[in-house]
Each structure stands twice: as structure tokens, then as C-alpha cells.
């Protein structure tokens, strides 16, 4: 076995991940901790300036309810993200982190976030929930001030987490490995909160080979945080759930600003107006067809519709929007000039702002947005409980409002002792963004602390099991080291099979069989069997993984936490047996919303025999 240094750092308080959630996590958990005497510490795979969706910046801040001011209230968040994902939704987490969003956002601006405003000082709006700002630095700012509250010495960066270390039925740690020293970390912890993002990768990319890596969102990510909690033994929710973003095409633009503030249009090639001309499919899918806004999920799938009768591309209509928004200006000529260098600016700083790869594109395409129009199209799928995804644990709701049904002690822990889960990583109260994944971990960042302080064991683990998850973590290496002379070529050997190769042959079976670009996202119960029969084979080669160093390692480990997404994933696809969110993926043999599916699919994995509990829980509503 490879020799690598063995690293153990005991706390109190382990906050996995470096991103939003985290961030909010590290601020609120070391206030507490510090009027309690204990020690918090963070572990992220990357560097936390630029860790996590948040890395290249973002133009908007999309949850923002200005409740002091009375713009909004809870209850009208609640209604919007229950009707957005079809009815599928914890009222009482929404509420929680909808109560407590608009005090990160004032954090971030004391910070020195710079959110635009107009001339009464109120903060600009992109949409009804959405503020504008210069988000360049965002993720650095935010950064900075949960490194401040941890301080340097309680921070692990670019640490690879890889599994849980249990103490019974009870949370002890996590383990891991550094990705630029030969070193294994073993963190001792009496809770542990998980943040460590969504998944990207599981199914195959619009874009393979040509501009392989690209994607909406970020590589950083791969599962991992479900694949922790699900290791850990944690009842999951909502696996079913995948995002599918409509963006610009191939570079993956933002497309809300356009919608939003430039009041843009999409149409097909032939100028129609799909939300117009196919209205009625609407009718189809419930009380949730006739809400506004319309949920993402049918607004994908109304232009799905139109790309599927051959009346693609799809275009995001920049010229028209343009030109209307300077239209008052006409009459004077210098007037209407200026306005225009605004809007174009505007246009190319949206980009700029969150996803340069857009604008370079538009300049590689010759494309001047007040000219021409822009083609979008659906991504790949995803899954991010944070944004219009669900994904995630299953954690219990806040004492004040949640019924208790959902409610088992403290606010964000999952249903294993001491573990707790934010942002992406806790599931059925989407649409947090980056605010409300920052809100909720601050909640969990607390609760986590209260946790320790009317808990407070040291965990019992013995060195055995830390031997043997210390010789799992590395198997890759000594797989590399034991056989790769065997072959002349190391891409092909008997013996192994190579990070790249098994990404590919996931993303292959997850694209064909689970309802990916290729299949035109449909799927259905024979189809989903089969993948997952390709799947378990998959999962069985997955002890053959071989690296070559220590990226490759990091690569084997991200593949392996995608797999068990991907299976948890297609078993809870099967298990709902109807299409509830059509233009996220259609059930092609259940084609229909059922009335008795309006429930939460939840699963539960057990490591040690590596069983699947299917769990069907009641929707309790708190707002109508
Ligand atoms: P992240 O912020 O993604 O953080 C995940 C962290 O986990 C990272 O630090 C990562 O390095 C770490 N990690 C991952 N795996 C491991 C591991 N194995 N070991 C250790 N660490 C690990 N929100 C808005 O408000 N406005 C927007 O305009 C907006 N646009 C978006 C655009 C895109 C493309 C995406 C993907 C998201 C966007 N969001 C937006 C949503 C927002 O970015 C997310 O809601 C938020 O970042 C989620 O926070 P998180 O902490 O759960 O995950």
C-alpha cells in the first residue's frame, strides 16, 4: 500500500465543504462555539475563494425577500417554490430559510458585496425574488469572512473528503485524503455538518469531447455530499429530482437577466412564441399549469416540445429586447446612443459577471447581442437541491413550525445523530440560491453547536477501522502500482479500468437509459432497469479503479460518490411511478401527474449489506 502520512486533527464542530453553505455555517458555528468553548473546523477540496458554484462570481443574488420593507412575505416564498417544483416541498425548511435570507444579504453588503441600488437606496431587482449586484468577487467575500471567524489554523484546503467515520449510529468524522501532498486526513468530530455541494457529470455532457468539461454547473462537485450522508446511513429525499437548466447554448450563459430585466423573448426558428402557441399542454399538469410564474420544469418542456416537431433552434430574442428597451430614447438621437452602449454593456457584463466562457463564445460566433439573436437549449441534467433541483437529506425542521412529522430535535440534522446537512446538501426546499444556502447554514452552523453542547462525547473509533478506510481511500494507487506493467498501453489493462474510462461508461448508461440528452430525457421502467442492471456491474468494477497520482485519485473518488447518486437516483425514478416534472425528465410509461404521487419519494441506503429502503412520506402543508 502506498505510504502515505497519516493526519488526524480533533474538533468539536466539522463543517465539510468550503461554498455557500459552509461559509454561512463557519460564521454562525464559530460565534457559538466561541461562548461555549468549542473548536469548528473546515475541510474543503479546493481553495475557499474560489470554491464551489459560486467560484467565477454571479450578477444576481436570486433569493432576496426584503421583508423589513415589506416587499414580500414568507408565506409568498413558500408558494413559489412548492408550485415551482410541482407541489413538491417542505413548507416549514422554505420558511425557515426564507426568514432568515434577507440577514445574509445584509451580511454580504457589510462585507463589502457591491449590490447595485437605485436613487432611494433600495437594492435594484432583477425579478420579483432577485437583486442585482456586481458579483464578480462574491465568492471571495463571502469566503473572507467565514475564514476570519474560523481563523487560518482551523481550515483544510484542497482535502478530498471521501467517507464518513461512524461511531455506531452516531456521526465520529470523516476521512480523506490531501490532493497535493501524500497525506490521509482523519478528522474527529461530535458533529459534522455537510455541505459539500450538488452533482455535475453523472450524466453525460451536452458537450464530450470537443469541449469536454464544459457545463452549467461547476466541476467542482460530484456527489458527494449525497454520497456521505447516504454512506452514513441518512434517509434521502427527493433523488428523483434533477435540474435541467435552459441557457445560452454550448457555453451555458445566464438566461435570467434576459428574461427578467432585458424583458426578453425565446422563440423557435420560426418566431413563434412557445409559452404562447403551446399553452393549452399546460392544461395537462394539474393545479401546477396554472400558476405563475409558470414552474422552469414546464417552461422547459413547452420548448422540448418544439425542438421534438423539428422547429429548433431555439432563440433567445437579444435584438428584440434591446431595441424595445431603448425605444423611448428614439426621438433623441444622443439619448437613444447612450442608451444603447448601456444595454449592450449591460448585456456583455452579465457574462463577464458569472460565466465568461458566454461572452467568449459570442465574440468566437461573431455575435453582437443587439444584432442577433442568441441560441438556447436545455443542459444536461443535474442535481442541485440549492437551485430548482431537491435533492438531498432528509433533516429535521425548525422546532417553532414544523410539524412533527418532520421534526425530530435539532433544526438540519439529518436522521443520524450529530450529522447535519445544508445548502445542496439537504433536500425538498429548493430555490435557496446562493443566500439561502449561505441562511441555512448558518441555521445548521448553529444548531450544530447546541447539538455538541447538549451532546458533548468524544467519538469512539477505533484505529482498525481507520486502517481499513485509510487502504480503501488508496487502492487506487496500490491497483496502478500492482498491475500496470501488464500492459504496454496504460489505458487498456485487464486489471483496472482508469477514472476517465468509467466516467464515460457512466455517463453513457446514465444518458441512454435514465433519461438524458441523447434519450430526449425519457425514460421508463424498463428502460431504468436496465440501466440500473449496467449500473451495479459499473459499481462492482468501481473496486478496480487505478490511479496514477494524486488527481487521478481525487478523480476515482468523485466517480465513486457519482455512482451512488446515480443509483439512487434511477431507483427513486422507478419508484415514482408517474412524470410529475416533464422538461426535467418524462416517464414515457407513467406519462401522467397522479393526484396519490403527490408525496415525498425518500430512500435509504445501508452500507453494510448495500440495501435500498424506498420510503413513501405525506406532503404536510403549513401554507396553502
Ligand atoms: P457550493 O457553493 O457549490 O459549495 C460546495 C463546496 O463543497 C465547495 O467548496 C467544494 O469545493 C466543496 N466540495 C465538494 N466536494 C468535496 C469533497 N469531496 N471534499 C471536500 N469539499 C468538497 N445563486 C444565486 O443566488 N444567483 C445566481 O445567479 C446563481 N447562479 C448560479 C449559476 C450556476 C451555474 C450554479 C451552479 C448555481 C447558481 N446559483 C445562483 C446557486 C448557488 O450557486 C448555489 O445555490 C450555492 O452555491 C449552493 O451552496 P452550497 O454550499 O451547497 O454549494
Excluded at 437594492?123 to 437583486?131: E, K, L
Excluded at 487498456?492 to 435514465?514: C, G, S
Excluded at 425528465?585 to 401522467?592: N, T, W
Amino acid at each position: 500500500m502506498p505510504n502515505f502520512e497519516t493526519v488526524v486533527v480533533n474538533t468539536d464542530i466539522l463543517i465539510l465543504g468550503g461554498g455557500m453553505a459552509a461559509c454561512g455555517a463557519a460564521v454562525e458555528a464559530s460565534y457559538w462555539a466561541k461562548k461555549n468553548g468549542l473548536k469548528v473546523t473546515l475541510v474543503d477540496k479546493a481553495a475557499m475563494d474560489r470554491s464551489g458554484a459560486v467560484a467565477m462570481g454571479l450578477s444576481a443574488i436570486n433569493q432576496y425577500l426584503g421583508i423589513a420593507k415589506g416587499e414580500n412575505t414568507v408565506e409568498d416564498y413558500v408558494r413559489y417554490v412548492k408550485n415551482d417544483l410541482m407541489g413538491i416541498a417542505r413548507d416549514d425548511q422554505v420558511a425557515d430559510i426564507a426568514r432568515h435570507v434577507d440577514s445574509s444579504v445584509h451580511l454580504f453588503e457589510k462585507w463589502g458585496l457591491p449590490i447595485w441600488k437605485n436613487e432611494d437606496g433600495n437594492y435594484v431587482r432583477g425579478g420579483r425574488w432577485q437583486i442585482m449586484l456586481n458579483g464578480e468577487s462574491y465568492k471571495v467575500i463571502v469566503a473572507e469572512a467565514a475564514k476570519n471567524a474560523l481563523g487560518t489554523d482551523n481550515i483544510y484546503e484542497r482535502v478530498y473528503i471521501c467517507e464518513p467515520i461512524m461511531d455506531g449510529d452516531r456521526i465520529a468524522g470523516a476521512i480523506g485524503f490531501s490532493t497535493r501532498e501524500e497525506k490521509v486526513y482523519v478528522f474527529k468530530a461530535k458533529a459534522v455538518i455537510v455541505a459539500m455541494g450538488g452533482a455535475v457529470g453523472v450524466f453525460k455532457p451536452r458537450s464530450t469531447g470537443e469541449g469536454l468539461g464544459r457545463s452549467w454547473y461547476p466541476p467542482f462537485s460530484s456527489g458527494s455530499s449525497a454520497y456521505f450522508t447516504m454512506k452514513a446511513g441518512a434517509e434521502m429525499t427527493c433523488q428523483e429530482v434533477r435540474f435541467i437548466p435552459v441557457r445560452f447554448k454550448d457555453a451555458y450563459g445566464p438566461v435570467g437577466a434576459w428574461f427578467l430585466l432585458f424583458k426578453s423573448r425565446a422563440t423557435n426558428a420560426l418566431g413563434e412564441e412557445y409559452m404562447v402557441t403551446r399553452k393549452d399542454e399546460l392544461a395537462n399538469w394539474g393545479p401546477y399549469g396554472q400558476v405563475k410564474p409558470i414552474p422552469a420544469n414546464l417552461r422547459n418542456y413547452l420548448g422540448m416540445l418544439d425542438v421534438a416537431e423539428g422547429k429548433g433552434p431555439i432563440y433567445m430574442q437579444t435584438a428584440e429586447a434591446i431595441a424595445n428597451l431603448a425605444k423611448k430614447y428614439e426621438d433623441d438621437p444622443k439619448a437613444f446612443k447612450k442608451k444603447m452602449k448601456e444595454l449592450e454593456s449591460e448585456a456583455w457584463e452579465d457574462f463577464l459577471d458569472m460565466t465568461v466562457s458566454q461572452a467568449i463564445l459570442w465574440a468566437a460566433c461573431n455575435i453582437a447581442p443587439e444584432e442577433k439573436a442568441s441560441e438556447i437549449a436545455a443542459a444536461e441534467p443535474y442535481f442541485i437541491g440549492s437551485h430548482s433541483g431537491a435533492s438531498g437529506a432528509w433533516v429535521s425542521g425548525p422546532a417553532d413550525i414544523a410539524p412533527p412529522e418532520y421534526q425530530w430535535g435539532y433544526t438540519n440534522m439529518t436522521t443520524v445523530k450529530g450529522l447535519f446537512a445544508a445548502g445542496d446538501a439537504s433536500g425538498a426546499s429548493s430555490h435557496k440560491f446562493s443566500s439561502g444556502s449561505h441562511a441555512e447554514g448558518r441555521i445548521a452552523g448553529k444548531s450544530a453547536v447546541r447539538f455538541v453542547v447538549e451532546n458533548n462525547q468524544e467519538p469512539n473509533i477505533d484505529d482498525a477501522t481507520i486502517e481499513a478506510l485509510k487502504a480503501e481511500i488508496l487502492k487506487p494507487l496500490a491497483v496502478w502500482e500492482e498491475f500496470s506493467g501488464f500492459t504496454t498501453d496504460p489505458e487498456t489493462n485487464p486489471n483496472y479500468i482508469l477514472p476517465r474510462q468509467y466516467m464515460f461508461r457512466l455517463q453513457k448508461l446514465m444518458d441512454e437509459y435514465a433519461g438524458g440528452v441523447v434519450a430526449n430525457f425519457t425514460t421508463s421502467k424498463a428502460l431504468l432497469e436496465k440501466g440500473l442492471e449496467y449500473l451495479l456491474m459499473l459499481k462492482e468494477d468501481s473496486e478496480k479503479l487505478a490511479a496514477r497520482n494524486l488527481h487521478e485519485l481525487m478523480r476515482c473518488w468523485e466517480n465513486k460518490h457519482r455512482t451512488l447518486q446515480a443509483e439512487s437516483h434511477i431507483r427513486t425514478v422507478l419508484f415514482r411511478e408517474e412524470t410529475r416534472w416533464p422538461g426535467y425528465y418524462f416517464r414515457a410509461d407513467e406519462p401522467k401527474l397522479k393526484e396519490d404521487w403527490e408525496v415525498f419519494c425518500n430512500c435509504k441506503y445501508d452500507a453494510k449489506t448495500g440495501e435500498w429502503e424506498m420510503i413513501k412520506r405525506p406532503i404536510i402543508r403549513l401554507v396553502d
